[in-house]
């Protein structure tokens, strides 16, 4: 009768638990996705302060991440690099094995948030900005420098392999504009050339070749400055009252959303394998070696929740600048749409495998206690369904795209606006006296 009591007891607070807790992090998130298309930061900012989930232990990155992009908007740069620097600092850090082994046993959404290759670059776009927008370049300089290392990181994750994300052309031109800004041209020249070679190298299809066309003139001028040859028919500009490099940030980054895969585990020569329609996923994993009885059918339909981004359709569609009434056009410089999309083709199976494993070793383990004892095996069943869904956490508030575009200053006050294709315009002055000022402009 306990026993009985016990599983009751233990069914109802798991299915509370499943009921409550299936809500995709978008969804979440919502006040704070309001706020934002409304340009209301500061109500932005404090439904994030305020937002439970996001104050769970676990989801403590992924709140710095948010926090600070949206005090970057907000124009409080000190607050939002406090707020990023706390979020750098999490992700250097080594997860748990308690973390660890929650993950690979429950969920991985029960683990701490844990970034992508391309948010990792960000974190330092950002961070840079609000430095330079400081006036503090030593700082953004030491950020150059860590995105060297997140680029070599990246690419050390894929093994060097073209065909996947890993080097990235976008940190490296922020690298080269960062100490161009510094004026150590012959490091920014290096920057410019390395981020050449990925745009002429790619086999992603990210990039295709197509490099901003202010690319050749960075590396012209540069090469030119630090002394080393290039070849262009192009000349080295003339900037005597400095340059002003604007980013335009359009759009909102994709969603995860939540899908259910159903597999069934099969044997076939001593190897096992899980199957779903075409699907055929080798496992790495002796199930009969504690159990010489064991049936793949015992296992039964195995449900698997996985993620999925979801395109956000972007209200703005084109823009462009003008400076004291003179056009420039702005270049794509960063897809984040995109790039999340190539990172889970990227490493689709690798989860799936990992995912599939992890719900059959749960199986295992439920039917052994099942056959100590009914009721707690029921329970674990139970828990299983209830702990079942899919980690649909990604940093919500990045941009789909990043756009730029240098504009050399006159003397004195410049007049420059972003012009939106749906008839928002945004207008700024910068003021020309020599140097490199750094702006980011958002729509939505």
């Known amino acids: 009768m306990f026993a009985k009591k016990v599983a009751h007891i233990i069914i109802a607070l798991l299915l509370g638990v499943s009921i409550s807790g299936c809500a995709t992090y978008h969804q979440k998130a919502q006040e704070t996705e309001k706020a934002l298309f409304a340009g209301n930061y500061t109500k932005a900012e404090e439904s994030i302060k305020k937002n439970k989930f996001l104050k769970r232990k676990r989801n403590a990155l992924l709140y710095y991440l948010e926090l600070g992009k949206v005090q970057n908007l907000n124009g409080d740069f000190a607050a939002s690099n406090k707020s990023l620097n706390k979020a750098d600092h999490m992700m250097e850090e080594h997860r748990n094995l308690f973390e660890m082994a929650i993950g690979i046993t429950v969920n991985p959404a029960m683990q701490s948030y844990n970034v992508e290759g391309h948010e990792r670059i960000l974190v330092h776009y950002y961070k840079a900005l609000n430095y330079l927008q400081l006036g503090d370049i030593e700082e953004a300089i030491v950020e150059a420098r860590r995105i060297d290392l997140s680029q070599m990181a990246n690419d050390n994750a894929v093994g060097g392999k073209l065909k996947k994300y890993g080097k990235d052309p976008f940190g490296l031109m922020l690298m080269g504009m960062i100490y161009e800004a510094d004026k150590d041209y012959n490091n920014a020249f290096i920057a410019y050339s390395n981020a050449k070679k990925i745009y002429d190298t790619d086999e992603t299809g990210l990039y295709n070749g197509q490099y901003p066309e202010s690319l050749e003139r960075d590396l012209v001028r540069t090469a030119d400055y630090a002394g080393r040859q290039y070849k262009s028919d192009l000349v080295t500009e003339d900037l005597p009252f400095g340059e002003a490099i604007i980013f335009w940030e359009n759009g909102m980054a994709p969603i995860k959303e939540e899908k259910n895969l159903y597999f069934s585990l099969n044997e076939e020569n001593g ?150 294709s749906n008839g928002q315009t945004q207008t700024f002055e910068i003021r020309g006296s020599g140097g490199k000022v750094f702006r980011n402009v958002v729509t939505y």
Request: a negative charge; aromatic letters at 10%.
């Open 271 to 420: 190897n096992f394998f899980f199957t779903s329609d075409q699907i055929h996923v080798p496992v790495d994993y002796d199930f009969g070696k504690d159990d010489e009885d064991f049936d793949p059918s015992d296992i039964g339909m195995i449900r698997l929740a996985l993620p999925y981004y979801i395109q956000r359709n972007n209200a703005v569609q084109l823009a462009y600048v003008t400076h004291n009434n003179k056009r420039k056009n702005l270049h794509l410089i960063e897809d984040i749409s995109a790039l999340a999309f190539q990172i889970e083709r990227d490493n689709y199976f690798k989860e799936l495998g990992k995912n599939l494993l992890r719900i059959a070793i749960k199986k295992v383990s439920e039917l052994a206690a099942g056959d100590r004892n009914e009721y707690v095996g029921l329970a674990m069943n139970i828990a299983n369904v209830a702990t079942e869904k899919a980690d649909t956490r990604n940093w919500q508030s990045l941009p789909s795209q990043i756009h730029y575009t240098r504009i050399p200053l006159e003397e004195g006050l410049n007049t420059i606006s972003v012009n939106c």
